[in-house]
């Protein structure tokens, strides 16, 4: 059986003149694929999804792989904060940019808080998933005898999580005995 990182030498660019040429490593993951398609036909060998990256560093073969993992855990953090606050950058005013991104960056930590605190495996969710499931909630507020009420759906299926960060945030603490 094959391992499962492989490592052959590269060099890339070579379509460019000489100078241009980056001699490295060329590493391949090899994965096991779970998402089975047709089950009624089972395959004769097991599949495999490739996971291929070009490196020049002289870290060894499984260090450089978990190093290139990391790497794409924040290129999923970029795509989300992009894809939500950081749309409506860049303006022409650096100052205004500045406290935007910090902005950004707040509401962004702030939603993955509530998504861990409401569990139900939204820890990992993207910023629109987590907003669709917890901060757009289909509810209506009630007053009466001086009291707010917020009622929510029946059978909503994101009643218990948001119950469990509401609880978290809101919930009257009891003083500690002195």
């Known amino acids: 059986m094959k391992r499962a990182i492989e490592t052959i030498p590269f060099t890339a660019f070579t379509s460019r003149k000489k100078s241009d040429h980056i001699t490295g ?6 994965i096991p694929e779970l998402n089975k398609t047709n089950l009624d036909q089972p395959t004769l060998f097991d599949t ?3 996971h291929a990256f070009f490196t020049i560093s002289t870290l060894d073969t499984v260090t450089a ?6 790497h794409a855990v924040i290129e999923l953090v970029n795509s989300d904060l992009k894809s939500s606050a950081l749309a409506h950058m860049p303006s022409g005013v650096f100052t205004a940019n500045a406290a935007w991104l910090i902005l950004a960056v707040l509401a962004f ?6 998504a861990t605190i409401a569990g ?4 990992r969710a993207t910023t629109a998933t987590i907003r669709r499931k ?18 929510l759906p029946e059978h909503w299926p994101w009643e ?9 945030n809101f919930n009257p603490r009891k003083p500690a005995p002195t």
Do not use: E, Y
């Open 109 to 114: 930590n702030l939603t993955r808080a509530a």
């Open 25 to 30: 490593r060329l590493v391949v993951r090899r």
């Open 160 to 168: 218990k999580p948001w119950t469990a960060l509401f609880k978290q």
């Open 134 to 151: 917890l901060v757009n909630i289909p509810a209506r507020i009630a007053l009466s005898a001086r009291r707010i009420t917020l009622h």
């Open 65 to 70: 792989d978990k190093t290139h993992r990391a």
């Open 120 to 123: 139900n495996g939204l820890a």
């Open 48 to 50: 495999h999804r490739f």
